[in-house]
């Protein structure tokens, strides 16, 4: 049986700790804000314009951080438990979970990441969102989670075990050793990788296809070549391009925010390896976090008695500091390109939608036991398969969120 | 007259300042006093080490620092900057 101890690669102190999960959280407000980089509008842009390119450049980051983790594994420098300790255990919850998180984030109008950065930004009705996902965790702290403990622990629906359990290496060979998770690093990864930059590609060509057919007059014809030109002379200038970036004159492209969070994710990976969940996460436990912080001005005390706030919520850890620090990197962003501005919506009752769709994506993140970031992203760089279940469930909930505006909203 | 994009340059820097002054006041009076009533309950799985606690206040003072900083930099560059604009706004 494999082991399940956790075991340092680095000696550092826990502030060196904290302080690298601030700063990859920073990047990862930064890049996100630049790149605007959402999960949600990548699914629903398959669905409402037909287009698969921020939905390739997913698979292409799940694909990159497989790749990644799995190959720092494979060759000895992480040991094998420190990517498998943090799995978590499969089950009905996470597919249930994940259509209500798709369903409530397409609704609110933002994943996990973007609803930060975006409220991080000045966009009203993402803090509405935030604040309604407080309190949906705590509607699922007392009202679902005894029900999901005990399917858990009886393994109804459920697996009852996490770690080397959800491990693929270990399903497929039986084995962790560093030949089976090399292959498996290769078999998750490098479909992923192909089929998003396939995706992208598709998209691009049709877009090709359909403006060549749109522009049949001579003028716009005239126009359409100059910008043909336009992008291949800019190809040259690369470093006004750079420059641009830098001087965040321009935002980031997505295939560079894609490449710039799959590095991200590697830091946090080795730097947290042996002492922490060593993933980016980002508010979906950290929601409840701070609803418990915010009650506790009032002196209560929800770790004391309140389910799931007292058996499966530390009172603080480095994700904290990480969703903090990714506020601060969004605001950054947004306040020195001269995006930031308070932004409240014309139609009040978007308001109330970002509520309650911030109420469902709480529900779901709980019940799924993590968010498009802390479940789905991370587990493919864990080599586990909940990520797989969350991406499917998300799609799901996405598309009736859609089919719901369409109708009713 | 000073437009609303300018107070909001102006106001932005201070307001983050802020908030990393009063999440590093709320870590130190909330965090460790409640750390401390987790272990007293013996509420394990809320409970946090020492170490690790000590670590999680280092690192959030010194981010203070660093963020206090740099949005009294940003505040003090916007304030002058806003200053000779409307200096030679009234000049013309």
């Keep these: ?409 | 007259m000073i437009s609303l994009p300018i107070i909001r340059r102006l106001l932005a820097p201070l307001v983050v300042s802020l908030f990393a002054l009063g999440w590093y006041g709320f870590s130190v009076q909330y965090i460790v006093s409640n750390n401390n009533v987790a272990l007293e309950n013996g509420v394990f799985s809320a409970y946090i080490s020492p170490s690790q606690l000590q670590g999680y206040i280092e690192a959030t003072r010194y981010i203070c620092y660093v963020v206090v900083y740099l949005g009294l930099i940003f505040f003090w560059y916007n304030l002058v900057k806003t200053v000779r604009e409307l200096e030679e706004a009234n000049k013309q």
Excluded at chain 1, 307 to 321: A, E, Y
Aim: hydrophobic share 50%.
């Design chain 1, 1 to 409: 049986m494999p082991s399940m101890v956790l075991q340092p690669v680095l000696q550092e102190s826990w502030a060196l700790i904290y302080g690298l999960f601030a700063l990859s959280g920073f990047i990862l407000g930064w890049a996100a804000q630049r790149g605007n980089y959402c999960f949600v509008n990548a699914m629903t842009s398959i669905f409402t314009a037909k287009s698969y390119e921020r939905f390739g450049a997913l698979l292409i980051l799940f694909g990159l951080s497989a790749l990644g983790s799995g190959l720092l594994v494979a060759f000895g420098v992480i040991p094998a438990f420190d990517q498998y300790y943090y799995n978590y255990f499969a089950g009905w919850y996470i597919l249930v979970g994940s259509i209500i998180f798709g369903f409530g984030a397409a609704l609110a109008g933002g994943c996990n990441l973007s609803m930060l950065y975006r409220a991080a930004s000045g966009y009203v009705q993402n803090w509405i969102e935030l604040f309604g996902m407080m309190i949906g965790t705590y509607v699922f702290a007392i009202g679902i989670w005894p029900f999901q403990l005990y399917t858990m622990a009886n393994g109804i629906l459920s697996t009852t075990n996490g770690g080397y359990v959800e491990y693929l290496p270990y399903i497929i060979f039986h084995s962790i050793s560093n030949m089976s998770v090399y292959i498996t690093t290769l078999v998750v990864s490098l479909p992923l990788i192909f089929i998003g930059i396939y995706l992208q590609q598709y998209t691009k060509r049709k877009w090709a296809i359909s403006s060549s057919l749109r522009i049949n007059l001579p003028a716009a014809r005239a126009y359409y070549n100059q910008n043909i030109s336009t992008s291949g002379e800019e190809k040259v200038s690369l470093t006004k391009e750079i420059k641009d970036l830098i001087l965040l004159r321009k935002p980031y492209g997505t295939n560079l925010t894609t490449i710039i969070l799959a590095l991200d994710l590697l830091l946090v990976f080795i730097v947290g390896a042996g002492y922490t969940f060593n993933y980016l996460v980002i508010t979906s436990s950290d929601g409840g976090r701070f609803f418990e912080y915010l009650l506790m001005l009032g002196n209560v005390k929800l770790f004391l008695n309140t389910p799931w706030f007292n058996d499966s919520l530390p009172i603080v850890d480095p994700s904290t500091l990480m969703v903090i620090m990714l506020c601060i990197g969004a605001f950054s962003a947004s306040y020195l390109s001269g995006d930031f501005k308070i932004r409240i919506p014309r139609n009040k009752s978007r308001l109330l939608i970002g509520f309650g769709g911030g109420m469902l994506v709480g529900i779901g993140v709980r019940m799924a036991l993590g968010c498009n970031v802390g479940l789905m992203w991370t587990n493919f760089a864990q080599l586990g398969y909940d990520g797989i279940i969350f991406l499917f469930g998300m799609l799901l909930g996405v598309y009736l969120a859609i089919k719901v505006q369409e109708r009713w909203l």
